[in-house]
């Protein structure tokens, strides 16, 4: 019974992936969070499709700009873009732990290095260094606390997930199903868990959340956001400057986002998963 519902998660998975890509090319979304959807789609199948459609997918012509800006879809977009960049490494990980046979503490901290390298060094300062003028150190530099805390969260939920799932489905290898279908379960509670620090991120504008970039002629049509993904950039650059202090401080969520990941590895491993 278990091979056939991990069958069916994966052909799902399959048409929500299928149709998430063929349809986001029409919406006027950033490229990057455009790839974020495919990417966490490919990650949690058919609530990828569904989010992607509640959160992003523009209802009609022209209203994409009004639909995204509810507070809550700003912050299912900076969600998805820290699953989709830190899932890339924290899968690499778990991939290469499981065919090196690195366990526990080893398996975790490599997953952990891994996403937040690629989800803080790839996703997050490289591809939205506009956001600071092109400046990819000055990206690097602003970014970093906005993914640790993010990332700190994402695992908190991934770890215990992932651990007591494996323990207890015998998962195999990165060659067999049941280990991708362990992350895939491990990356939506992940998200799931990531999505009240991502409010709080996108509150006081230190993460950006859903964007709207159109073409030249329709942006003039609309004459709502910018033409290009650079002047949207740096629009949105310009509102996070304005942004008011953050309450708790930011160093009061670092902790409170460290105490989550502690909680995430203690509950791993009192249930003997680690």
Not at 15 to 28: H, K, M, S
Not at 147 to 172: D, Q, W, Y
Request: charged share 10%; proline share 5%.
């Amino acid at each position: 019974m278990l091979d056939g519902v991990i069958l069916l998660w994966f052909v799902l998975t399959a048409i929500a992936v299928l149709f998430v890509a063929i349809d986001i090319r029409t919406t006027p979304e950033s490229p990057v969070l455009k790839w974020g959807f495919v990417l966490v789609t490919a990650y949690t199948g058919v609530f990828g499709a569904f989010l992607y459609v509640l959160g992003c997918r523009e209802p009609l012509p022209g209203l994409h700009e009004q639909y995204v800006a509810a507070r809550w879809r700003q912050t299912l977009g900076s969600t998805m873009h820290c699953v989709a960049g830190d899932g890339v490494g924290i899968l690499a990980g778990a991939a290469i732990a499981s065919s090196v046979d690195l366990g526990g503490w080893g398996e975790v901290l490599l997953e952990y290095v891994l996403g937040f390298a690629f989800g803080w060094m790839i996703f997050q300062a490289l591809f939205m260094r506009d956001m600071v003028g092109g400046s990819y150190a000055r990206s690097l530099t602003s970014t970093f606390i906005p993914e640790l805390l993010s990332m700190n969260l994402l695992m908190a939920g991934m770890v215990p997930t992932m651990m007591i799932l494996k323990m207890r489905l015998g998962a195999g290898g990165p060659g067999t199903a049941s280990f991708w279908f362990v992350m895939s379960m491990a990356l939506l509670v992940g998200a799931i868990l990531a999505y009240p620090m991502n409010w709080w991120l996108v509150k006081y504008n230190l993460k950006h959340g859903m964007m709207t970039v159109r073409p030249a002629a329709a942006a003039q049509e609309h004459s709502t956001h910018p033409a290009t993904p650079e002047m949207a950039a740096g629009k949105h650059s310009m509102d996070m400057m304005r942004g008011s202090k953050p309450q708790p401080s930011i160093p009061v969520m670092t902790l409170l986002s460290f105490a989550a990941l502690a909680i995430g590895i203690a509950i791993a491993w009192l249930f003997g998963a680690m």
